[in-house]
């Protein structure tokens, strides 16, 4: 089996073993190329989600990723960005799909937030900064792997969440975060950027893509910003960083001024209305 992407044979197909050719990882890699490709693919997409249980199918390694033994990184990585992707180019959303996307918000968010927890652990167990080269297509297999691996794994996992989060947190999109879980991931990721930040390995490109997708979140989820654990979760990040604030990435140092301001503004605004949780 071959398959043909934006006048090109993929590197991956064709070029092993029919055993290495059906494994999962060569499967989700070329789904998610034939998803990058999503405006010159129209017909291969509509032949694979034509099927009544490709989605379903699909994402049930993230459905599975509360329980004991959550999926792989890099497995949840290449769905977590086509999930992103299909969300982002769909003019209509597959019900089905929604109906799926709909448990992860059930349970006050339970799965949501088992998946946010495993993004930021992932993040918290990279050893030097991301690759500037990493691109989602070009990672291992999805299961075991060197530490080296690993690693990439994890950096492709947080490159993945970032674009969910994003396209999820759009104004009409089709995926419902209750406020609870906005809160919730909002602090896990501030943790984590407290956390790189306090370890001083010096990581540019992970501080200002953790500092970022928290400054792009909370003006999306601006009602969060009045939150009082919200709040003290910022304060917290900027005493982390007052002994080294100048020797921060300017992006870095411009996304957490904006949202400490962001917060700042709605605290203040959420105390004078009288509303609960601002104080």
Request: hydrophobic share 40%.
């Amino acid at each position: 089996m071959r398959v043909h992407v934006s006048g090109r044979w993929s590197p991956r197909m064709g070029t092993k073993k029919k055993a290495e050719q059906d494994d999962e990882g060569g499967f989700l890699e070329e789904l998610l190329a034939i998803f990058e490709e999503h405006r010159k693919c129209g017909a291969a997409l509509t032949h694979l989600t034509a099927s009544e249980r490709f989605w379903s199918d699909l994402v049930a390694p993230l459905l599975a990723a509360g329980g004991a033994r959550p999926p792989p990184l890099a497995l949840s990585a290449h769905l977590l960005r086509t999930l992103a992707l299909q969300l982002y180019y769909a003019r209509k959303p597959d019900p089905r799909l929604g109906t799926l996307l709909g448990k992860a918000t059930e349970d006050r968010g339970r799965l949501l937030n088992a998946w946010s927890k495993l993004v930021c652990d992932a993040a918290g167990g990279l050893s030097g900064d991301l690759n500037s080269s990493l691109v989602l297509l070009d990672g291992g297999e999805l299961a075991g792997g060197s530490s080296e691996e690993r690693q990439e794994d994890g950096a492709s996992l947080l490159l993945a969440w970032r674009d969910w989060c994003l396209v999820a947190a759009t104004p009409g999109s089709s995926v419902s975060i209750s406020a609870e879980s906005q809160q919730c991931l909002l602090i896990d990721l501030l943790t984590s950027l407290e956390h790189q930040l306090s370890s001083g390995a010096g990581r540019p490109r992970l501080v200002n893509i953790l500092a970022e997708l928290v400054m792009m979140l909370t003006a999306r989820w601006n009602q969060r910003c009045g939150d009082a654990q919200l709040r003290e979760r910022v304060w917290s990040l900027l005493e982390a960083c007052s002994g080294q604030f100048d020797e921060l990435p300017v992006r870095a140092r411009c996304a957490i001024l904006t949202t400490a301001l962001r917060t700042q503004q709605h605290g203040r605004a959420a105390a004078d209305s009288g509303e609960p949780g601002s104080h």
